[in-house]
């Protein structure tokens, strides 16, 4: 069945340095939605970035990612960590196998001054 | 903006008792999700109604939950007898329809069971 794989539980960078959350996916369907979801502490969960084009680059408040089908990745990028981007973070996916989201198990994301 | 509500916010409970969560959808969508999240890590999926229809649950829920959509603005989730293992943040999403679409998610409310 479908699956969405974060290898990474806790990630703590310094701020300005380069952030690389890593996301894989298993899905027999060429069709696949990939999605991030971000998490601040007492907030809601809310869309970052959602890609449904190969090789396409999607970016949304200085966060990017870029599906890539042939890796079966859509791993979340940033140039610069900033102290307000600690959060948790998660990887989903949907095609035409589910009506729900396949969710990641979560990257908990901590940036220190 | 979207908004999904939750009611209560927090929620206390002794084991054993029932506890009930309220969670009013975004107008217009048609697709409800409850989650379970336990100590701000992975989202565990509950259960999941289209136009007010369970569509598919966990065992979990079949077993000790109870969850309806009495209507398009109201949508409940239930514990029969809470257990200790209850203790979580449960939230509520909905989105247009199923898939592919965004899913707009309340703030949650979260459970604590003594």
């Known amino acids: 069945g479908d699956s969405v794989t974060q290898t990474e539980g806790l990630v703590t960078l310094t701020e300005g340095l380069p952030v690389m959350l890593n996301c894989t996916y298993q899905t027999i369907y060429s069709n696949a939605f990939l999605f991030w979801y971000v998490h601040y502490l007492n907030e809601s969960p809310w869309l970052l970035l959602r890609?449904?084009?190969d090789n396409k680059r999607t970016e949304h408040q200085g966060f990017h990612a870029t599906l890539h089908k042939s890796s079966s990745s859509f791993h979340l990028q940033k140039s610069s960590a900033q102290l307000s981007d600690s959060a948790l973070y998660y990887c989903a996916l949907s095609d035409d196998s589910n009506y729900q989201l396949i969710w990641g198990s979560g990257t908990k994301l901590i940036i220190k001054p | 903006d979207a908004a999904v509500t939750q009611k209560p916010r927090y929620l206390i409970k002794m084991k054993g008792q029932e506890a009930e969560m309220k969670c009013i959808p975004e107008?217009?969508?048609?697709?409800v999700f409850w989650y379970q999240q336990k100590q701000s890590k992975e989202l565990k999926f509950l259960i999941y109604f289209q136009n007010q229809q369970p569509l598919d649950q966990i065992d979990m829920v079949k077993e000790r939950f109870s969850a309806v959509c009495p209507s398009s603005s109201l949508c409940s989730l239930g514990i029969r007898t809470c257990e200790a293992e209850d203790s979580a943040l449960y939230l509520c999403s909905s989105s247009q329809d199923w898939g592919g679409y965004e899913q707009y998610f309340g703030p949650g409310t979260r459970l604590t069971v003594l």
């Open positions: 890609s449904s084009t």
């Open positions: 107008k217009g969508h048609t697709a």
